[in-house]
């Protein structure tokens, strides 16, 4: 489930906009740690 506020308008194109630029911006915890030089275990703190 998503839960999100929208600021500004409400149309429905926007708001899909909005959803679908959010979600293409999310990295994998594998990316993130390899541009870190890290391991997966050392970025999530496990």
Same mark, same amino acid.
């Given at each position: *489930?998503? /839960? @999100?506020?929208?600021?500004?308008?409400?149309?429905?194109?926007?708001?899909?906009?909005? +959803? &679908? *630029?959010? /979600? @293409?911006?999310?990295?994998?915890?594998?990316?993130?740690?390899?541009?870190?030089?890290? +391991? &997966?275990?050392?970025i999530?703190?496990?």
């Open positions: *489930n998503v /839960l @999100s506020k929208c600021i500004g308008t409400t149309r429905p194109v926007n708001v899909v906009r909005s +959803t &679908v *630029n959010a /979600l @293409s911006g999310i990295s994998s915890p594998d990316y993130i740690a390899a541009k870190r030089g890290k +391991t &997966v275990e050392q999530l703190g496990e």
